[in-house]
């Protein structure tokens, strides 16, 4: 029998109790000041930004940005669309890969296992603008199949990550 190691990300052997403290403030308001986030964590201002830079340095914070209200920017559709492939050659990947990542009405895609190879979530202002965006998508690639499902409310939408609790070795 051979032993298989499974390398553990450097990154999350070195993020302790505070550092998960910081990323939990910075995903609730990334607005504070480094004074208030380290406040808020029980450290002052000069550890707090180091600890902060250490984690953009890691790349565990990837950018810090500001959420917008898609209705009130006439946004009002959001759109799940399921897409199945015939071809899953490495070419055809990646072309439709540049394709839809291309496109801005795109928030989300994923690769999936399952009933289906693809899932975006899509954002657009209304049937039409849909309909715009379905014609550019089904024209990138030869696709087997596209589903839409059209979402009626929103009941719960997030940005913050449930940061696990630090493990005791």
């Not at 490495?90 to 009933?115: H, N, Q, T």
């Not at 696709?143 to 493990?167: C, W």
């Amino acid at each position: 029998m051979t032993d298989i190691a499974i390398p553990i990300p450097e990154t999350s052997r070195r993020l302790d109790a505070i550092d998960r403290k910081i990323l939990m403030v910075l995903q609730e308001d990334a607005s504070l000041s480094v004074a208030e986030i380290g406040d808020r964590v029980g450290l002052s201002s000069t550890p707090c930004w180091k600890r902060i830079q250490r984690l953009e340095a890691d790349g565990v914070i990837i950018k810090r940005v500001a959420l917008v209200d898609q209705n009130k920017i006439g946004l009002g559709i959001s759109v799940f669309v399921s897409v199945e492939s015939s071809d899953h050659s490495d070419a055809w990947l990646k072309k439709f890969a540049e394709a839809v990542s291309a496109m801005p009405e795109v928030m989300e895609f994923y690769r999936m296992a399952g009933d289906v190879d693809y899932m975006l979530r899509v954002v657009v202002a209304d049937m039409q603008a849909y309909d715009v965006f379905y014609k550019k998508l089904i024209s990138a690639v030869p696709l087997k199949n596209v589903t839409s499902r059209f979402a009626m409310e929103k009941i719960k939408s997030v940005t913050t990550l449930p940061i696990p609790a630090v493990v005791a070795a």
